[in-house]
């Protein structure tokens, strides 16, 4: 545990060092609070609380954002170091090749749970000092926003991960990131609205379209979101997709959750067989 804690320290401390915190935490907290007052002004017209408004602006640009980001601080983990030469004096070391994958991991997920506590929790605490009322379903389902969106966050760090102890080179590390993030981001959904548009319901009934939007952890985390909680589900826009596919809260998070451990555990294998 203690080279697990060491290894984390050190990610980190690179982190500070080249403003990833920095940046990560201010262009979250930059977008949140723009879509906190810009989205949440005609709410006393239509009769919507703010804070709801705000979960659904801020669910829809994590989708986008966080998955990005994930995978910039963890594409070149492993084969950027050994590009670098730096991995083999770190396993000069009496440490394990998991213990330094599982530090690094560690490390990434703090910065990345930082900036998004910090930079949502930014949003709601200024919506919240201008006296606008939030109600305590309101608080549950923001809390819930963020912590399945560091699942979310952790789900990319492990994919990053299993490419970086894959590849040969870093910039193919960093092709390849991109590649995964259009696939799961844009082009998954369009792929799968199209399907459903030219099936129109004959084969893709209620348990494979959950099994297929289970396929993609973006989807398991706007589900989680927008139909979990009804304060939100019922003005999101996803009411419809939330009546066929009748996935659990519980369900959907126990996806984000495999996610993360199996690609990062197929990363630590790929790891343990690597020559350096």
Not at 9 to 36: D, F, H, M, P, Y
Not at 191 to 197: E, I, N, R, S, Y
Request: aromatic residues 8%; neutral net charge.
């Amino acid at each position: 545990m203690r080279n697990i804690l060491i290894v984390a320290r050190k990610e980190i401390q690179e982190g500070l060092r080249n403003r990833w915190v920095l940046a990560t935490t201010l262009l979250l907290a930059a977008l949140a609070l723009s879509l906190t007052f810009l989205g949440s002004a005609p709410t006393g017209t239509v009769g919507v609380r703010a804070l709801d408004v705000v979960i659904v602006s801020l669910s829809s640009l994590t989708i986008f954002l966080l998955p990005l980001i994930a995978l910039l601080i963890s594409h070149d983990a492993i084969v950027g170091e050994m590009e670098r030469g730096t991995m083999l004096l770190l396993l000069s070391y009496p440490v394990a090749r998991w213990q330094v994958l599982l530090g690094k991991f560690v490390g990434h997920l703090s910065i990345l749970a930082f900036a998004t506590l910090l930079g949502y929790g930014a949003a709601a605490g200024a919506l919240a000092a201008t006296g606008t009322a939030i109600d305590r379903e309101s608080w549950v389902a923001f809390a819930s926003m963020i912590g399945s969106s560091i699942l979310l966050g952790s789900a990319f760090i492990a994919v990053g991960y299993l490419v970086s102890a894959l590849v040969r080179e870093r910039g193919t590390a960093g092709g390849i990131a991109i590649g995964i993030w259009l696939l799961f981001v844009l082009i998954y959904d369009m792929a799968l609205l199209g399907l459903l548009v030219v099936d129109q319901g004959q084969v893709v009934s209620g348990p494979l379209l959950n099994a297929l939007l289970l396929l993609n952890p973006t989807d398991a985390y706007r589900l989680f979101n927008l139909t979990g909680f009804a304060n939100i589900g019922s003005f999101s826009g996803m009411a419809g997709v939330a009546q066929n596919a009748a996935l659990s809260p519980s369900v959907l998070l126990a996806t984000l959750l495999a996610w993360a451990l199996v690609p990062l555990s197929l990363a630590a294998f790929a790891f343990s067989r690597r020559e350096l």
